[in-house]
């Protein structure tokens, strides 16, 4: 089992930046694909960003790609989500989640095999 527990959400001005993180606890985290999926009101979860168990490789969603950054610190057992300019639009809940495949795989296939409760971001105009 790998337990996640987000922190970092709340109310984020528009045209600020966002930081989320992400500490994972239990099995060997650093085999572990790292990512970020988000869940806004009336929608459907979609997938965020991936980065790989030795943060040499990352997956952005087509729509995120220059907007986030992820990065990870195996040492600490942490997963970071970096977000500029937030918008509006970027209100949801962000869930971070762990997957034994590829960065790639997670993006693609919205692969995980682990959830986080997730943090709820909201961002005003």
């Known amino acids: 089992q790998v337990q996640l527990v987000e922190s970092g959400g709340g109310l984020v001005q528009t045209g600020g930046s966002l930081s989320l993180s992400c500490a994972a606890s239990g099995r060997t985290f650093s085999g572990y694909t790292m990512g970020w999926f988000r869940q806004a009101p009336g929608k459907e979860r979609e997938f965020v960003v991936a980065i790989s168990w030795s943060g040499s490789t990352t997956y952005y969603a087509d729509s995120m790609k220059g907007r986030v950054t992820i990065s990870r610190d195996n040492t600490k057992n942490m997963v970071y989500l970096q977000m500029n300019s937030p918008k509006p639009e970027d209100t949801a809940v962000y869930y971070c989640?762990?997957?034994?495949?590829?960065?790639?795989?997670?993006?693609?296939?919205?692969?995980?095999?682990?959830w986080g409760k997730g943090t709820l971001v909201t961002v005003s105009s």
């Open positions: 989640a762990a997957y034994i495949g590829t960065a790639r795989t997670m993006g693609q296939r919205s692969a995980v095999d682990y």
